[in-house]
């Protein structure tokens, strides 16, 4: 599993764009990239995957640079629910076991 | 569809009681996960399934447990629990990926808040 490094926190305001941006250096040639939001006591929920350029669905998009040493979640004009823990996930470890991060507490002030 | 079902949502717990918390999907997903999760931390992998009958350790197994005799089911035991094991368990499942490096979509439970006095 490459070892991700993601801010620990970030502040924005409603109607703003917010972007993500989550280290990789030591990505595998196999690896995806996958994102997952968690609400306050609730289970962690899938954002998007992608595996290199970029990728977007009706929640968000995920640019990927063609080194793909990071990538960078993309929110479109965030509102107050989009209040949450952000988890990058790159592959698997070498266990093939599927570790969490810390994760980036993402607050949006009115 | 019920998704991924946990049970039950809140327990407490005396030093050295056991119990076991319950995990259910109905999506047919041969992988199974359980998570603990701490206040204000990211998540912990205690045990995981790959199938029906066969299981492993994650990163923090010590004082569980964990079977798997249906693909649907997989329940998590606490022996003679702790106030360590104070925590919001996650149970999770996902489809089998022939890529091997691809997690795949995880479908998470509510959890489980455990309390242990």
């Known amino acids: 599993l490459a070892k991700t490094t993601q801010p620990i926190s970030m502040d924005s305001y409603e109607g703003q764009e917010v972007n993500i941006t989550c280290s990789h250096n030591?990505?595998?040639?196999?690896?995806?990239i996958t994102w997952y939001q968690q609400f306050p006591s609730q289970g962690p929920r899938f954002i998007i995957q992608?595996?290199?350029t970029k990728v977007t669905n009706e929640v968000a998009s995920l640019f990927i640079p063609a080194d793909r040493k990071s990538s960078t979640l993309s929110l479109p004009r965030v509102s107050l629910s989009d209040t949450a823990v952000y988890y990058c996930?790159?592959?698997?470890?070498?266990?093939?076991?599927?570790?969490f991060g810390k994760g980036t507490r993402l607050h949006i002030l009115p | 569809n019920a998704g991924v079902t946990q049970t039950p949502k809140f327990r407490i717990l005396k030093i050295g009681q056991s119990m076991t918390l319950q995990c259910a999907q109905d999506?047919?997903?041969?992988?199974m996960y359980w998570y603990r999760q701490d206040p204000g931390m990211g998540l912990k992998l205690i045990y995981y399934?790959?199938?029906?009958?066969?299981?492993d350790k994650g990163e923090v197994p010590n004082g569980y447990n964990v079977s798997r005799s249906t693909t649907e089911d997989f329940p998590l035991r606490l022996e003679l629990a702790a106030p360590s094991q104070t925590s919001v368990y996650f149970c999770?499942?996902?489809?089998?990926?022939?890529?091997?490096?691809?997690?795949?979509?995880?479908?998470f439970g509510e959890g489980s808040r455990l309390t242990v006095l």
């Open positions: 030591n990505i595998a040639t196999n690896d995806y």
């Open positions: 996930l790159v592959g698997k470890n070498r266990d093939d076991k599927i570790i």
């Open positions: 999506m047919n997903h041969n992988y």
């Open positions: 992608g595996y290199k």
């Open positions: 999770a499942s996902s489809k089998q990926f022939l890529a091997p490096a691809n997690t795949g979509e995880l479908f």
């Open positions: 399934s790959v199938g029906a009958g066969i299981t």
